[in-house]
Structures are given as structure tokens and as C-alpha cells.
């Protein structure tokens, strides 16, 4: 399985960006997508989590301003960010995860997004 993560990029404060995750190969339901950032200087955390069943779950400060969605026949998942800030820049990763059998752990290449104040 291989993620493709695209639509970062360089925005002004307020701006929004939406991010989008594609998966190629076999993935199956019961798994869970994610959204990941990182940045520099700081470890890796989470963003947003959605389920095979459309359960989604947000930090704190993803919480009203980022929407994830996935599209389960197509293998994609998107992250709507509104209202980015300049403490919203980072690399992002999407995530797949199935603690299930068949088990996997499947990590996208990154999508780096820029926000000036």
C-alpha cells in the first residue's frame, strides 16, 4: 500500500487549505485514517482520525476549524483546514492503521503547509 499526500502549501493567517490522501494497493474496512503533523523541532502528533465508519475524532486544535472526510470506494481521505494560523505549520502526514487481521501501518510521504502571519 502506498499513500500519496498533496495540497499543502504556502497561505496567509485565516486562509484555509484542504488536503487530500490517496491509497493505492489493498487496504481494507476496519481500518483507520488519519492526519499527522510535525513540526520542526517538535515531535509528531495527530490531527484528526476518521474510521471506516465515518467516526471522527480531533485535538483540541483541530476541534471547529479542520473537517476530515474519506471517501471509502475511492481509498482517499481529505483534511479541510479553515482559519489556518501561523502555529498550524508543520509537514502533514496521512495515516492508515489496522489493528485487525490483516494488520498494517502504512505512512504517507508528507505535504508540507506554510502559514504566514
Known amino acids: 500500500v502506498q499513500l500519496q499526500a498533496s495540497g499543502g502549501g504556502l497561505v496567509q493567517a485565516g486562509e484555509s487549505l484542504e488536503l487530500t490522501c490517496a491509497a493505492s494497493g489493498g487496504v481494507f474496512s476496519g481500518d483507520v485514517w488519519g492526519w499527522y503533523r510535525q513540526a520542526p523541532g517538535k515531535q509528531r502528533e495527530m490531527v484528526a482520525t476518521?474510521?471506516?465508519?465515518?467516526?471522527?475524532r480531533y485535538e483540541e486544535f483541530a476541534e471547529g476549524r479542520f473537517t476530515i472526510t474519506r471517501n471509502n470506494a475511492k481509498n482517499t481521505m481529505l483534511l479541510q483546514m479553515n482559519d489556518l494560523k501561523p502555529e498550524d505549520t508543520a509537514t502533514y502526514y496521512c495515516?492508515?492503521?489496522?489493528?485487525?487481521?490483516?494488520?498494517?501501518?502504512?505512512w504517507g510521504q508528507g505535504t508540507q503547509v506554510t502559514v504566514s502571519s
Open positions: 476518521v474510521s471506516s465508519g465515518g467516526l471522527t
Open positions: 495515516r492508515t492503521r489496522r489493528v485487525y487481521s490483516p494488520r498494517y501501518d502504512y
